[in-house]
């Protein structure tokens, strides 16, 4: 365990305090004391993160965001996918269709600025 210490100590350019700090937190958790085994395994085994399941589901060929989210719903109620993966499905699709709004507003800005001769909007400001 010592020499376990020491490289990590090495390896990760601890200073003499540091060093101790760690070697004490070590000897207590193997004496027993869950407070500071509970550091050591939050530090040295952190929690896995949820990730959200590959999920498989009929679309129709060319299918608008619409047509997307209908085959969505339809997932989820035939209990094809988890009404959690679907939410998330139709969150990502309404957050594309924001962008995709944004850059339609964007394009049609700098076309009448071009038509009418005016500073472009990213000037302003």
């Not at 004496?31 to 590959?54: I, N, Y």
């Not at 129709?60 to 993966?85: E, Q, R, Y």
């Amino acid at each position: 365990m010592r020499k376990a210490l020491r490289e990590y100590a090495k390896s990760h350019n601890l200073r003499d305090p540091q060093t101790k700090i760690i070697t004490q937190v070590i000897e207590q958790a193997m004496g027993g004391d869950t407070a500071a085994q509970k550091l050591l395994m939050e530090r040295l085994v952190p929690p896995r993160k949820a990730v959200m399941p590959s999920v498989e589901f009929d679309v129709p060929k060319g299918a608008g965001p619409l047509d997307f989210a209908t085959s969505v719903m339809d997932a989820v109620s035939g209990g094809k996918i988890p009404a959690d993966v679907g939410s998330n499905l139709i969150a990502a699709t309404a957050n594309m269709m924001k962008i995709a709004e944004v850059m339609e507003l964007q394009r049609r800005i700098e076309k009448l600025e071009g038509e009418q001769c005016l500073p472009p909007i990213s000037s302003i400001g």
